[in-house]
């Protein structure tokens, strides 16, 4: 089975679980995935990394229980229950905010004390709650709960050759016995938490393409509530509308997340909401919205942090990705919103918190979530510059070798823009590995945890390509690349994802060590620039800039902005004097406009002509279309004069991934490349 490419330049992926075609764009890791594999084999021939045999597959696990082991709807005795539930609200604090602890504590309570009262929608939701508490369970070690979390994920005592899966259990009790579906046909609120827990779970077992179609049937169900407007809040009590403000909050947190990992259309459109239904909601001090702790206030926030990072990664989707085409100004404007997005970062989800002295777990993990979004924001907004680079200095590379070399400009504007752009890719990556590497040390690292997987795979990718094309001097890169492969590691023991990625890194890694000599990709005249961040500067000093280049022939060090912070309006936590503030992402050069008003990229250029592909637009911006990206890799001549005998490798499509012959099962015609409409990634 094969994936193919499309003619927008998505693909289509085999499913492992029953071998249909899944679409993927290129905002998706496995999509870079492919397009790297052609870069790699087009300069250092075929590896182990580009023939992976496994590499048109898209994993979809699938879980079998016993044939004697049926779903029956017992609950498990009340400390196993307590530990799940804690351990459920521990390591979704963050992303997810689907019910009000206090309140599903006390259901909890009242379920135990009288069972036979309880209904049958709390019961759904309970046995997802136990579900995804137990295959996203991170203990203390020694702690009474990891002795229950590890009770429950050793082998059944009547079954001593069968490994039971209980968390499967829970979720098919909650399917089962009661599904959402029948709420999803009424569009009840409770069936929304519930598909909302369904996905989740799916995610977390690496069924991804069931969890964005519950995902889906949530958000429709929200919006036939009328969750995305604000004026049908005002029917329900203040705690009933906190509730369903952060479950739509929540809706829109996953759908970005889904999206951008997928490649798939965003379902939530900002347009459609009111003004403020994304909004974090003050809460006041009331007898009906009493003062929550310090944790459960910093979880709120995180959650804010959260939707305002997916508001950056669903612009960056709509505009770069949907519409095929990168824009250097583009750009820059959602690099604004990034640096207002770090000056109102709260002190309290500064990354350091998670680098230093040991904190409340559910604190720490809201923490990293917030913070790996947030580099994964601007690794995708960056991404596309890097992987430009590496086509411009591909395309000199043939000129040098063809005799009509050109040497690059130090003034050329154009080169560094990108610089800064593709830069800020390698460092947001660095970062990655850092922050997940610090939660695997501090031991709250769950082993299965989707976000954390996925963010560290797409980080591990990106500096394994800059490892091949040496276009950046990574003095951490072996440390990052290590540690990327001991986080999967350490997450594949219970994660089917976890275990297909970390050997496509190690692939990747070993592609590296064994290429050629000759095998680079350079561009001539320009000189490397160092790679600032690495993880014992970042642990000894924070607060320092994320972006902070070394030298390049040129005095450059880019400074963040130094204006003082945002004054800080969340109630109960107020801003120190002298807050420590959250790091800047984007470095301040990138910022500066030209009196024009954006910083031009070609003017002052006379030792070398447009880079292939680019277009000037009108006050010097500069654009690329994806296309240019996909195309010239292992393939026949084309615009770029790349002569086949350069490179007489394995023969691609004419859109550039290799088109074995497609499946017939699903009627699909073998020469022609099926692929969706314009406006898919």
């Known amino acids: 089975m094969a994936s193919a490419q499309t003619r927008f330049g998505g693909m289509f992926m085999v499913s492992q679980l029953d071998f249909i075609l899944e679409y ?32 048109h597959n898209i994993v979809e696990n699938t879980i079998q229980l016993p044939q004697d082991i ?32 206090e309140e599903f504590l ?10 036979l009262r309880i209904t049958q929608k709390d019961l759904c939701k309970l046995n997802l709650v136990f579900a995804i508490g137990l295959v996203i369970a991170c203990p203390l070690p020694g702690t009474e709960a990891a002795a229950v979390i590890q009770n429950l994920h050793s082998e059944s005592a009547n079954l001593p050759s069968v490994s039971t899966n209980h968390a499967e259990l829970f979720y098919r009790n909650a ?5 959402p579906a029948t709420g999803f046909e009424d569009a009840d609120f409770w069936s929304v938490q519930a598909l909302i827990l369904m996905s989740l779970y799916s995610l977390a077992v690496s069924k991804r393409n069931a969890s964005y179609i519950y995902i889906g049937m949530a958000i429709h169900s929200a919006k036939a509530l009328g969750l995305h407007r604000e004026e049908t809040m005002e029917v329900f009590p203040v705690p009933e509308q906190q509730l369903r403000r952060n479950v739509w909050r929540t809706l829109f947190v996953f ?24 909004d974090f909601e003050r809460e006041a001090t009331t007898d009906e919205s009493p003062m929550r702790n310090d944790t459960g206030v910093t979880n709120s926030m995180a959650l804010d942090a959260a939707v305002r990072s997916s508001m950056l990664i669903g612009t960056t989707l709509r505009k770069f990705y949907s519409r095929r085409k990168i824009s250097t100004l583009v750009g820059q404007e959602i690099t604004d919103r990034l640096q207002v997005w770090e000056r109102e970062m709260h002190q309290s989800l500064h990354c350091r918190r998670i680098l230093g002295s040991p904190i409340d777990q559910a604190e720490a993990v809201a923490v990293l979530h917030v913070n790996l979004l947030h580099c994964h924001s601007v690794l995708l907004l960056t991404r596309p510059f890097f992987l430009f680079l590496i086509k411009w200095g591909y395309k000199l590379g043939y000129d040098d070798l063809t005799g009509n070399s050109q040497k690059l400009s130090s003034a050329d504007q154009r080169l560094e823009r990108l610089e800064r752009f593709s830069q800020a890719s390698i460092e947001a990556a ?37 490892e091949f094309t040496s276009l950046y001097h990574n003095p951490d890169a072996n440390n990052s690349i290590n540690s990327s492969i001991r986080i999967l590691e350490y997450c594949e023991q219970r994660d089917a994802q976890a275990k297909r990625v970390k050997y496509i890194i190690q692939k990747f890694h070993e592609a590296n060590q064994e290429r050629p000599s000759r095998a680079n990709i350079s561009l001539p005249g320009r ?37 003082p912070t945002k004054e800080r309006t969340a109630v109960h936590v107020p801003a120190a004097h002298s807050e420590p503030r959250m790091l800047p992402m984007m470095p301040q050069a990138m910022q500066q406009p030209s009196p024009e008003g954006s910083v031009s990229l070609s003017s002052g250029i006379a ?75």
């Open 430 to 466: 660095q970062r990655t590995i850092i922050l997940a590497q610090a939660a695997l040390d501090a031991e709250y690292l769950p082993r299965c945890n989707p976000f954390v997987i996925y963010f560290v795979f797409a980080a591990a990718l990106v500096i394994l390509s800059n």
């Open 255 to 278: 759908d970005r997340f889904l999206a951008a990992s997928l490649g798939r259309p965003i379902t939530i459109s900002e347009g459609d909401c009111s003004e403020h239904a994304l």
């Open 24 to 55: 993927v764009g290129e905002s998706a890791s496995l999509s870079y995935l492919q397009l790297i594999r052609m870069i790699v084999s087009s300069v250092a021939g075929d590896s182990a990394f580009t023939q992976d045999t496994a590499r």
């Open 527 to 563: 000189k490397i620039p160092t790679i600032a961040t690495n993880s014992q500067t970042f642990r000894r000093d924070p607060t320092s800039h994320f972006f902070h280049h070394a030298k390049t022939g040129r005095q450059d060090v880019y400074m963040g902005d130094l204006s």
């Open 175 to 179: 399917r089962d016995l009661y599904g």
């Open 607 to 681: 030792a070398v002509s447009m880079a292939p592909g680019m277009e000037g637009l009108a006050g010097g911006d500069s654009e690329f279309d994806f296309d240019i990206l996909m195309q010239g890799w292992n393939a026949p001549a084309n615009s770029l004069g790349i002569h086949p005998s350069l490179h007489p490798a394995e023969t691609f499509g004419s859109y550039g991934l290799h088109q074995p012959p497609m499946p017939q099962s699903n009627g699909l015609h073998p020469h022609v490349a099926p692929y969706p409409p314009s406006d898919y990634r």
């Open 106 to 115: 006390q259901n909890v309570q009242e379920c135990y004390n009288d069972p």
């Open 70 to 101: 049926k779903p029956t709807g017992v609950l498990p005795n009340r400390k196993t229950a307590d530990v799940l539930v804690e351990s459920f609200f521990i390591n979704t604090s963050g992303f997810i905010e689907v019910f009000r602890k």
